[in-house]
């Protein structure tokens, strides 16, 4: 008798398929995993720089900033990478990597990254972590002397702890070192003052870091509802509180101001110094006693509880950097005290901003208190690790990045990152930024910048994550009225004597 | 004899990466626990001197009881809950089974991204419970940044993410229970709801008892909510002991203080784990 021929079974059908795709995936990510990247040339926009696209991603985004801004083609970027009396491929063929903050710009520093291979033979890999990661990442890479970042986007209010444990490189050898840095081509001077200032270490004044950004505190407020409820543009704090009184109508959909109320020593400690210095505070003495307990102290505590708690968003005290840039984007909010780019991201419809609100944000310098203006100032920074095994690569590629016609690509896009003067005064810049569409950003933001910011506006000590922490949960319960202002500032006083104390600064 | 020496030869090797993955970074733990190590100062050999100092601690005794708050509500309610969504979906159809997998969807998701998630839900402005209450002309409630409200908030997302875990689990233990009691008890004249009290949750607490053990391990370790929603705030009113020890050690940068900190944790995990199990394994001796 003959055998029956046997049957597929269904499920072993099944299995087979599943097994064949796995297979053919596998194979497929390791042919375009280990291919190299291509080299494109992009057609279809007159002037555009030649973009390095791999097959296996997306297609690098084609950079606006340098569709738009006529002059920057990549021929020019060589040209003048080619002015610098130095050898841009001095350090062919190494490679370093970077950690920086995930954020939207990033695609447009890859581009960079890649301009920057093609010039210098060095290819610069760029880790993007979320903010709370990278912070972790870099202390345990800096702490453990591992090296597995050359270099990073760093916090400058850590550059007092990191360079007490040597973990970063000081940069001004690499700044006067003529076979590194044309200093005529750099023109490290060109950065915004306060700016630089926040990559020297207070203690030992060694630079450690040059700047990314610059970000002082703006004052941003709804031109159309201040023309409509006949108020005046705040120049003082009182004139502060008047407007927000005027401008909080919750019942039409929007607060009279937005000032941060979440703990974090970056949060409403990012705000709330600028007022304590405004009313003459300070947060030590100089034997390094807490005294923001004073009266001044109590005066700025008392100006931005009222503004939060009578004209503020319900919810403000939970709300942070994420919640003040929606309120923005949904022009939820009259007026907000916070990071200059608040409204113009507001303005973009590709970064959140709710197409009803555009262009109806202006600006104004920061409040004058009875002793000066809030003087907020912050400034990611790039810096150097002192492990790093390609030290004078990643020179090459900071200075690079934080170059004019570089910088002025990214600044171009975003109207944030690279602090020069010389592309606040540049033509296309000015033509997009200065455009009314922004209203007066630019004035605004460079008399702030240049006048008015103060990059020791909180101590810049190794001790100052823990004491703004403790100083920001008491003005979180003093807005979640928990406490009074008084008791609040006291407990946070009493809180950072024991800090300091712990520290052994008395 | 030559036979077990084979075998412990082929798993050295996994016991020896297992041991160095495990044991070396608890003994390390420990050793920093007996320093004074704080990045960018001298350390030196302070034996139990942090314990004492976390023991003194009032954030860290704030701390300890946010998080016994927090485990304790949120598993009996997840441990309830899940045991009714189970007696429910116990059933052989096929809208039961849908329902079931259903339930499994916040069990799949990130974290991280449901707790932000919920953050939007309940924020006064921009969440939809307040634009509910708004609706129905009930004002507004700031769940998040209300001191009283906060960690109940907190723990409804826990609960929301992790009660269909429960219920898979007594699920399970209700599929692998004999029927044979439950069809003797139906004979008997018992109703069904005296045949659930009396005869499938006895047998079925083994089962419990199991969910329960791991939801413990994993509850007291709450960290991801913290960090996506209120950050420890309002105040120190949501800030658990583990968060406490990541911001000491992360943010702070007092590295011993918090791997006693850590330290503790662990042991407190320990013991009441270990009093789980035991709970458990009587609860399994049932006749």
Not at chain 1, 30 to 37: L, N, Q, S, W
Request: with cysteine; hydrophobic share 45%; charged share 20%.
């Amino acid at each position: 008798m003959s055998e029956e021929p046997k049957k597929v079974d269904r499920r072993k059908f099944i299995y087979a398929g599943l097994g064949a795709v796995a297979v053919a995936a596998v194979g497929a990510a390791a042919y375009y995993g280990t291919r190299p990247p291509e080299l494109v040339t992009t057609q279809t926009v007159a002037q555009t720089v030649t973009q390095v696209q791999t097959v296996t991603s997306m297609a690098l985004p084609t950079s606006t900033a340098v569709q738009s801004v006529a002059n920057y083609p990549f021929s020019d970027l060589l040209a003048r990478a080619k002015e610098a009396s130095i050898d841009w491929t001095q350090s062919k063929g190494e490679n370093i990597t970077m950690a920086c903050l995930d954020w939207a710009g990033i695609e447009d520093i890859r581009v960079q990254a890649a301009v920057f291979t093609q010039i210098t033979g060095i290819s610069v890999l760029l880790d993007r972590l979320p903010e709370e990661e990278l912070r972790a990442k870099l202390q345990l890479d800096i702490t453990s002397g591992a090296g597995v970042f050359d270099c990073y986007w760093l916090d400058p209010m850590t550059i007092a702890t990191y360079a007490k444990i040597k973990g970063l490189e000081p940069l001004q050898q690499y700044i006067d070192d003529p076979k590194l840095t044309d200093k005529g081509w750099f023109q490290y001077e060109d950065l915004f003052g306060p700016a630089r200032g926040m990559g020297v270490n207070p203690g030992d004044k060694v630079l450690y870091a040059i700047p990314f950004s610059a970000e002082p505190c703006i004052l941003t407020y709804r031109n159309d509802l201040v023309q409509q409820y006949n108020v005046k543009v705040p120049d003082t704090t009182d004139d502060l509180v008047e407007a927000a009184k005027a401008l909080h109508h919750p019942d039409k959909g929007y607060a009279g101001i937005l000032l941060r109320g979440q703990r974090g020593n970056g949060q409403n400690m990012w705000v709330w110094p600028g007022f304590l210095n405004a009313f003459g505070g300070r947060i030590f003495d100089e034997k390094w006693k807490p005294v923001f307990n004073g009266p001044e102290g109590k005066a700025a505590l008392d100006l931005y509880v009222n503004l939060d708690t009578n004209y503020g968003p319900e919810g403000i005290v939970n709300w942070g950097a994420a919640e003040s840039q929606l309120a923005t984007n949904e022009g939820k909010v009259a007026m907000n005290f916070d990071f200059y780019g608040r409204g113009l991201f507001a303005d973009d419809p590709t970064l959140g901003g709710n197409p009803e609100v555009k262009g109806k944000w202006s600006f104004a310098v920061p409040p004058m208190g009875p002793v000066k203006r809030a003087d907020n100032f912050y400034a990611w920074m790039y810096a150097m690790s002192s492990a790093s095994k390609h030290k004078k690569a990643t020179w090459l590629w900071l200075q690079w990045a934080s170059s004019r016609e570089v910088g002025l690509n990214f600044q171009y896009q975003y109207g944030y990152g690279c602090p020069r003067n010389w592309i606040f005064q540049n033509a296309d810049f000015k033509k997009k930024w200065a455009s009314p569409q922004f209203n007066n950003f630019i004035d605004v933001y460079t008399e702030t910048a240049n006048k008015y910011s103060n990059p020791e506006f909180r101590p810049r000590i190794p001790e100052y994550p823990e004491v703004g922490d403790a100083i920001s949960i008491e003005i979180q319960n003093a807005i979640a009225k928990t406490k009074d202002t008084q008791k609040a500032l006291d407990d946070a006083a009493r809180a950072v004597t024991e800090i300091m104390s712990k520290a052994g600064y008395y | 004899m030559r036979e077990q020496r084979t075998a412990y030869l082929l798993l050295a090797p996994t016991i020896c990466v297992l041991a160095a993955l495990l044991l070396y970074p608890f003994f390390y733990n420990v050793y920093l626990s007996v320093m004074n190590y704080t990045v960018g100062r001298e350390s030196s050999f302070i034996g139990i001197d942090n314990y004492i100092e976390v023991f003194l601690d009032p954030t860290f005794q704030n701390a300890l009881i946010v998080t016994f708050l927090f485990a304790a509500v949120a598993l009996s309610v997840e441990t309830l809950l899940g045991l009714l969504l189970a007696i429910l979906f116990n059933r052989e159809s096929k809208l039961s089974r849908a329902a079931l997998m259903l339930l499994l969807l916040p069990l799949v998701m990130t974290p991280v991204v449901s707790a932000a998630t919920w953050k939007i839900l309940y924020d006064p402005v921009f969440g939809f419970f307040n634009s509910v209450l708004r609706q129905l002309s009930l004002g507004t409630i700031d769940f998040l940044g209300n001191p009283v409200l906060a960690l109940p908030s907190l723990v409804l997302i826990d609960v929301w993410q992790w009660t269909p875990f429960m219920t898979l689990v007594i699920v399970a233990g209700l599929k692998a229970l004999p029927k044979s009691p439950m069809e003797s008890a139906s004979v008997d004249g018992a109703s069904n709801a005296q045949t659930l009290a009396f005869v499938t949750l006895p047998m079925l607490r083994p089962y419990i008892f199991v969910g329960i053990v791991f939801r413990l391990i994993e509850v007291i370790r709450v960290f991801d909510i913290i960090v996506a929603t209120t950050d420890g705030g309002p105040g120190i009113a949501t800030q658990t002991l583990n968060f406490y020890a990541f911001i000491m050690g992360f943010r702070y940068f007092h590295v011993s203080y918090s791997a006693t900190l850590a330290v503790l944790l662990m042991l407190v995990t320990l013991v009441i784990a270990q009093f789980a199990f035991k709970m458990a394994t009587r609860a399994s001796r049932y006749e």
